[in-house]
Antibody
Framework: QVQLVQSGAEVKKPGSSVKVSCKAS????????LSWLRQAPGQRLEWMGG????????QYAQKFQDRLLLTADTSANMAYMELSSLTSEDTAVYFC??????????????WGQGTLVTVSS | DIVMTQSPDSLAVSLGERATITCRAS????????????LAWYQQKPGQPPKRLIY???TRQAGVPDRFSGSGSGTDFTLTITGLQAEDVALYFC?????????FGQGTKLELK
């Protein structure tokens, strides 16, 4: 059974970037959508974008189009999310999650444990 | 984007009783050519990631107790928990995946009465 394990918590300054990793064990996500979502305090879950490594397909939510970069290393079963130009509004728990299919219209299972990113001066 | 609206925002139910949460989409989630509704339900406990309970509006995730059931079609959906257990206290939210970007409801907090 696939498990997703994310990198640890980060504290960043406004204007900087953060890179979060997600490693699959017990299977892979290479032919699935591996999406990134975030949950800010008091806010609903927000889909940021997804990557399908085998087909080199990437889709970004319009809101993050200009400052989000999703990449993957298929040989290592790793995916990465890099968000730039951080502001305090980016303080949130960031999740990776695997979709069921090789497109971007998916529900998600499993999820990573979450990575808290705090943006503060 | 499709807007997902849940009700109620919070709900208190006694042990052994039924809990009902509704979710309404601003557009149909039914893909008529395959007769499937692109709607999922999740449970989230503090400090944990979301756990998928239901997908395709009514298909229960493997390992999820059968006291959890999903119903509905088009724009109106329901998650029902029959015979509430203490471990069911959590935040529940719906997700539409009919359109990109996928969007989520605001969540319903389920507590014990």
């Amino acid at each position: 059974q696939v498990q997703l394990v994310q990198s640890g918590a980060e504290v960043k300054k406004p204007g900087s970037s953060v890179k979060v990793s997600c490693k699959a064990s017990g299977g892979s996500f290479n032919s699935h959508d591996l999406s990134w979502l975030r949950q800010a305090p008091g806010q609903r879950l927000e889909w940021m974008g997804g990557i399908i490594p085998t087909f080199t397909r990437i889709q970004y939510a319009q809101k993050f189009q200009d400052r989000l970069l999703l990449t993957a290393d298929t040989s290592a079963n790793m995916a990465y999310m890099e968000l730039s130009s951080l502001t305090s509004e980016d303080t949130a728990v960031y999740f990776c999650a695997r979709g069921d299919y090789s497109d971007f219209r998916n529900s998600f299972d499993p999820w990573g444990q979450g990575t808290l990113v705090t943006v503060s001066s | 984007d499709i807007v997902m609206t849940q009700s109620p925002d919070s709900l208190a139910v006694s042990l052994g009783e039924r809990a009902t949460i509704t979710c309404r989409a601003s557009q149909t989630l039914l893909f008529s050519s395959i007769n499937r509704n692109y709607l999922a339900w999740y449970q989230q406990k503090p400090g944990q990631p979301p756990k998928r309970l239901i997908y395709w509006a009514s298909t229960r995730q493997a390992g999820v107790p059968d006291r959890f059931s999903g119903s509905g079609s088009g724009t109106d959906f329901t998650l029902t928990i029959t015979g509430l257990q203490a471990e069911d206290v959590a935040l529940y939210f719906c997700q539409q995946y009919r359109d990109v970007p996928s969007t989520f409801g605001q969540g319903t907090k389920l507590e014990l009465k």
